[in-house]
């Protein structure tokens, strides 16, 4: 009888408590390619779409690298190959690219903490930076999360979120 009621009480525990390991996410979950669906950066109570509302894209993950390349979808195609400089200017501030190579760190609430240290970028200002993330798994969906970071068109700082989902 003694065995059964904590077999019970056991069973109880699982149902009624949130499981840390559930919620926690593994390096092997970040790996592969991902699909950009939205991109926000927030400064104080301001939310902006600093790549417009249909932003393009995707992350990969390798076991050791990641790279990033956010666009405007709706941006305009110049009208040569050769670009005048406004449309040069157009084009380098309608997308977001670097790479870099990735440590994970501790789980938090916000998910699993992921440095990043960037080492070739689209903006030189952040080449050679640390950029911390909080990723979190949900089935096919991955959520991203930043602490306050500079982000050009929006304002000197903001915290930046995307949404992705899995691509392959």
Known sequence: ??????????????????????????????????????????????????LGEQVAGYVSF??????????????????????????AAALMKSHVAWTGTYATAEQTPDGLKVIVHVDTSSNQAITGSDRVYFMRVEGN?????????????TS??????FDLVKAD
Not at 69 to 83: C, G, I, M
Not at 141 to 153: F, Q, W
């Open 156 to 161: 000197p700082t903001s915290g930046v979120e």
């Open 141 to 153: 969906k991955l959520r991203v999360k930043s602490p306050d970071v500079v982000v050009p068109k």
């Open 62 to 87: 390798t076991p050791d690298r990641v790279w990033v390349l956010f666009v405007d979808s709706t941006r305009r195609a110049p009208d040569t190959a050769a670009l005048t400089d406004s449309e």
């Open 1 to 50: 009888m003694h065995k059964t009621a904590l077999a019970i009480v056991a069973g109880v525990l699982l149902i009624v408590s949130p499981s840390h390991a559930q919620q926690a996410i593994t390096k092997d979950q970040l790996l592969g390619t991902w699909k950009v669906v939205t991109l926000t950066a927030t400064s104080g109570k301001r939310v902006s779409h600093s």
